[in-house]
């Protein structure tokens, strides 16, 4: 039976069996694996489905928008470009609309999910500005924090006794996620005003002052907060899609 050759390395022929090897071999079978999977999903998804359907003029615009920002607009300077990407027009054609369709399908498969999700991970996604001074007794830390109440600068204090590197910028920390705050610590930082000294807090046996600067909550109407959420649950999707998946290697 004659073997099929997959490619060709220096005019010799490459059998699929032998990239399979080659690819064991390197440890990357299983990823490669992954990303077919992925793709096959995605593909019969989009197949199965009416509601991703674009406008035809979509693409049309995409690709003109395109050949003229990368000073493409002569149709040989365009057919250069095509051939030495190895590619040809009908398939960057193909692959434009194929991104149209695949990002109105992440909206389709995640819209129902979003609020909640981004409800779920706002802890993490929450973020805080604040400055701190951090030192090894809390009698110390006691005394900085009567300093500070007496009209005491905080960034010269925290520059003068705080044994953590960031007191070369006056203690300023953030923006931190709240949800990797010690629980303590976010409990006191979350019912303080911007401007407000909070501690002494002992955390890891050291005492710490934070000074809150700014609040950075979290929302939906953050464009890349939203495309990243939605992206994580669009990759959730295809991992129980794929795990569905009855998978055989069969390599002659």
Do not use: C
């Amino acid at each position: 039976m004659e073997t099929l050759s997959f490619l060709s390395i220096d005019d010799r022929p490459i059998s699929i069996e032998q990239t399979v090897k080659y690819l064991q071999s390197s440890g990357k079978l299983g990823q490669f694996i992954s990303d077919v999977l992925r793709q096959y999903v995605i593909e019969q998804e989009i197949q199965g489905r009416d509601d991703v359907e674009i406008n035809p003029a979509l693409t049309e615009q995409t690709v003109i928008d395109f050949r003229l920002k990368n000073q493409l607009a002569d149709p040989q300077a365009f057919q250069d470009w095509l051939t030495n990407n190895g590619t040809d027009y009908a398939r960057f054609h193909a692959s434009i609309t194929f991104n149209f369709k695949l990002e109105k399908l992440k909206t389709l498969v995640t819209e129902a999910k979003l609020p909640e999700y981004f409800i779920e991970q706002k802890i993490f996604l929450d973020r805080v500005v604040i400055s701190r001074i951090v030192v090894d007794s809390r009698e110390l830390a006691e005394e900085l924090q009567l300093q500070i109440a007496e009209g005491g600068s905080f960034e010269q204090l925290a520059k003068e006794y705080s044994i953590l590197d960031d007191r070369l910028v006056n203690g300023m920390m953030g923006p931190i996620s709240r949800g990797t705050m010690p629980d303590k610590l976010r409990a006191a930082i979350d019912v303080a005003t911007p401007g407000q000294l909070v501690g002494p807090i002992e955390i890891d046996g050291r005492y710490g002052l934070f000074r809150v600067e700014q609040f950075l909550p979290a929302s939906l109407d953050d464009i890349q907060l939203k495309q990243a959420l939605q992206n994580e649950l669009f990759e959730k999707w295809l991992a129980e899609k794929i795990q569905k998946l009855t998978v055989k290697l069969q390599v002659s």
